[in-house]
């Protein structure tokens, strides 16, 4: 019986100082099934041995960010250290924009040994199912076919017939008529859609939702007017994509105003909402600059196809 326990002991012993000698990345949800427009919070630990070094302290944000989630909130992150084992927690709510399988991306960070040995961690797959039910439906029991030599009382007669076909016909005329009197469609321009998120500025509590919400407000407006996908662009590759159609002077400004948002987004501490509302002032006086520049473009070219006339 003492031998017993002596190899449990011993056994449970190995298993926690090889769990203290590896470094890894968990990452689960809190839902594994969600509606679209749905809040999930998703938790991602960082552990790794505390005699181990980190090129940065690990964070999802940028994985997160370059898969175009929305983030709606980010608390400060949880940091522990036991002596043996550090250990870095996230938790980040995005909200679940299209119907399907959802497969979320896979934080990963880099750890360097006491030898010099680098090792990468990734968090493993993990699948959200959106807006569709994952059980198979359940199809209602077949009927009975028509069988020659059946009791005609059975069978639908003529004028039966006829009713269920030109009740059908009337269903089909009118859904024509309803879709053909349909008003168009409302279009909403960049400008809109920009002053329509920044409202949404107005309703966050933390200054990193505030960050975030600001950067994708600004990128989908660069994005909408270049036909480009803005929002999952980097301020490097948001330079390359608009060096081409705006000012040189513009693209510095909008250049600069990224990097000063990215560099408050990626803070590890959360901070005041009242720091982002410089920026936010900086975003609303460069939108409305390059609004007054395409309303004379446009102004110049309706000149120019007049005097052709």
């Given at each position: ?20 000698t ?22 991602v630990?960082y ?6 070094t980190?090129?940065a302290?690990?964070?999802?944000l940028?994985?997160f ?10 608390p ?22 299209y ?40 199809l ?20 039966t ?32 859609h ?20 600001l ?9 909408t ?27 510095r ?5 990224l ?24 975003t609303k ?17 309706n ?7």
């Amino acid at each position: 019986m003492t031998v017993r326990y002596i190899l449990l002991s011993l056994v449970l012993l190995y298993t926690s100082l090889h769990a203290a000698t590896e470094a890894s990345v968990t990452m689960h949800a809190s839902a594994q099934q969600v509606s679209v427009g749905d809040e999930l919070r998703i938790t991602v630990s960082y552990r790794w041995p505390s005699d181990w070094t980190t090129t940065a302290d690990p964070s999802p944000l940028h994985t997160f960010e370059q898969a175009d989630l929305f983030i709606t909130d980010i608390p400060p992150v949880r940091i522990s250290d036991t002596g043996a084992q550090m250990q870095r927690e996230w938790v980040v709510t995005v909200i679940a924009q299209y119907s399907g399988p959802w497969l979320l991306p896979q934080p990963s960070f880099t750890c360097t040994s006491p030898t010099g040995e680098e090792r990468v961690s990734t968090a493993s797959e993990l699948l959200i199912q959106v807006g569709t039910d994952s059980n198979p439906p359940k199809l209602a029991p077949a009927s009975d076919l028509w069988r020659i030599g059946d009791d005609s009382s059975q069978q639908p007669t003529s004028y039966t017939t006829w009713f269920i076909s030109g009740f059908v016909l009337l269903i089909v005329l009118v859904i024509y008529f309803i879709r053909k009197q349909k008003p168009p469609a409302i279009i909403i321009t960049p400008y809109e859609h920009f002053q329509s998120d920044l409202l949404s500025i107005d309703n966050c509590t933390t200054g990193k939702s505030a960050g975030s919400l600001l950067s994708q407000a600004l990128r989908r407006y660069c994005g909408t007017q270049g036909n480009f996908d803005g929002e999952g662009a980097t301020t490097k590759e948001m330079r390359q994509l608009v060096i081409d159609s705006l000012p040189a002077e513009q693209v510095r400004s909008l250049c600069r105003i990224l990097e000063n948002i990215d560099a408050l987004r990626w803070q590890p501490d959360d901070y005041e909402k009242i720091i982002v509302m410089p920026l936010v002032e900086q975003t609303k006086e460069w939108v409305q600059g390059e609004e007054q520049r395409l309303a004379k473009l446009a102004e110049a070219a309706n000149d120019t196809d007049g005097d052709r006339s």
